[in-house]
Nanobody, 114 residues
């Protein structure tokens, strides 16, 4: 069973930065896609950023220009650099991977204060 473990969440002021990291128990080169989703209280889980095995990247419109996803198959990690954070970015952030089935991490809390 593949495990995804997130780290790097926390409390930050608006305008600040955080870097989330997701470590996979299997080789990340095996996954078709890896990415980050988030879920705010009372809202549905939504896609934040996704990177394919070919390197194609997709960002949600709300984070374009502020967030950057990177995938390191040598380290079996996928990171999310978050800059210019806003209070509306507050959510639990989940690492995601897909190959034949979907895998989820346990989530890490990001709180942005105004």
């Amino acid at each position: 069973q593949v495990q995804l473990v997130e780290s790097g969440g926390g409390l930050v002021q608006a305008g600040g930065s955080l870097r989330l990291s997701c470590a996979a128990s299997a080789s990340t080169s095996n996954f078709d896609t890896m990415g980050w989703y988030r879920q705010a209280p009372g809202k549905q889980r939504e896609l934040v950023a996704l990177v394919s095995s070919s390197g194609t990247i997709h960002y949600a419109d709300s984070v374009k220009g502020r967030f950057a996803i990177s995938r390191d198959n040598a380290k079996n990690t996928v990171d999310l650099q978050m800059n210019s954070l806003k209070p509306e970015d507050t959510a639990v952030y989940y690492c995601n991977a897909f190959r034949l089935k979907t895998y989820w991490g346990q989530g890490t809390q990001v709180t942005v204060s105004s």
